[in-house]
């Protein structure tokens, strides 16, 4: 796990820097919110706090900034006017294509010399990771079900 951590650590810091220095200013976790919202379209503030992980009042104020920036558009929920949903904006699509493209060198670096097999079998590798913590039961994080070598 550390070794994934020292990956993740290396390509965010790079990532952080490529898009301050190619996008208008926008930081990662602004990025990962338009990124949550281009994949599921017309989701909810609530929806994001979950699978972020992060405070309701932090991704408050980050949803706030987004809108006011024009980044992303909201419209009330047609079962419950008291739910908003969120879609991106033209702006914000075009955003975070340019995320993607100014990021694309660093994910290319990150795998330079993988086999598409291999990129395949890293992949399906750390989907699996994923889920393993995602079946977790909610504050069952600290378990020691499974310990094994890192």
Do not use: N, W, Y
Not at 30 to 39: P, W
Not at 114 to 120: A, D, L, M, N, V
């Amino acid at each position: 796990m550390e070794a994934l951590h020292a990956v993740m650590h290396a390509f965010r810091s790079r990532q952080h820097r490529q898009l301050r220095d190619s996008v208008q200013e926008v930081g990662p976790m602004e990025i990962r919110a338009l990124r949550f919202f281009a994949r599921h379209p017309g989701a909810t503030q609530r929806e994001l706090v979950a699978h972020s992980g992060r405070d309701k009042g932090q991704i408050a104020r980050l949803l706030a900034s987004l809108r006011e920036r024009g980044l992303l558009e909201a419209r009330a929920d047609e079962q419950d006017r008291r739910c908003t949903r969120l879609q991106l904006s033209p702006a914000g699509a075009t955003l975070l294509d340019q995320a993607r493209r100014s990021t694309a060198p660093l994910v290319a670096a990150a795998t330079d010399g993988f086999s598409p097999t291999e990129r395949q079998q890293l992949l399906a590798l750390l989907q699996r990771m994923r889920a393993g913590l995602e079946a977790l039961p909610a504050g069952d994080e600290g378990s020691e079900r499974h310990p094994s070598p890192q």
